[in-house]
């Protein structure tokens, strides 16, 4: 049965509401628990991943409007979780199979955790003890509130220089065996 157009419209605002309005609850249920766990993680450890549930929440909007014009149509979408288990599965078996990459993302998050909730509000309570007018507060204080900044563009340098230069033959500067026999020298004719 086709939901009131304007009623969906206005239950699209809220993520996952438009979905459960037209009667897809296990879609509105994943959309709704997105949202939320990332606006917790957001204000509770890491704000920047709070920018994450706005792109949950504009999905959540346009794929509410977009299940009723399928419905409209008389196509039904299967009512199912957006995550379900075989994709976990999936997302567990890459997290193994690239564990240094997780490990690092792990580490990144657990930097940016103890500078935020940890470093940074010391340095703005020594300068409370000391005054903001010493040099020295003044410097450190400075030092901290770019170090994010400093890091993430150390990164970018890195990641760039890396691009360029490309990645390094094997061990011995030779090609592998299978390359090897398929190669044909270009004689530029």
């Not at 990332?38 to 450890?45: K, Q, R, V």
């Not at 409209?72 to 193994?96: H, S, T, V, W």
Request: aromatic content about 14%; proline content about 5%; some cysteine.
């Amino acid at each position: 049965m086709i939901k009131n157009g304007f009623l969906t419209f206005c239950f699209s605002f809220i993520p996952g509401a438009g979905q459960m309005y037209q009667g897809y609850m296990k879609r509105g249920l994943s959309q709704v628990t997105a949202f939320v766990l990332l606006i917790a993680l957001g204000a509770g450890l890491f704000g920047p991943i709070a920018v994450f549930a706005a792109v949950v929440y504009m999905y959540s909007f346009f794929d509410s409007l977009n299940l009723r014009s399928q419905l409209k149509m008389g196509i039904c979408p299967p009512d199912d979780y957006q995550f379900n288990m075989d994709e976990l599965k999936g997302l567990a078996r890459l997290a193994m199979q690239r564990h240094n990459l997780v490990g690092w993302g792990l580490v990144l998050l657990g930097v940016w955790g103890l500078y935020s909730n940890f470093i940074y509000p010391w340095v703005w309570d020594l300068a409370d003890i000391f005054g903001y007018d010493n040099p020295v507060v003044n410097a450190v204080r400075s030092l901290i509130n770019n170090l994010p900044t400093l890091v993430v563009s150390v990164i970018f340098v890195y990641a760039g220089v890396r691009l360029i230069r490309g990645s390094s033959p094997k061990k011995g500067g030779e090609l592998p065996q299978e390359l090897d026999e398929d190669f044909t020298e270009y004689k530029g004719e």
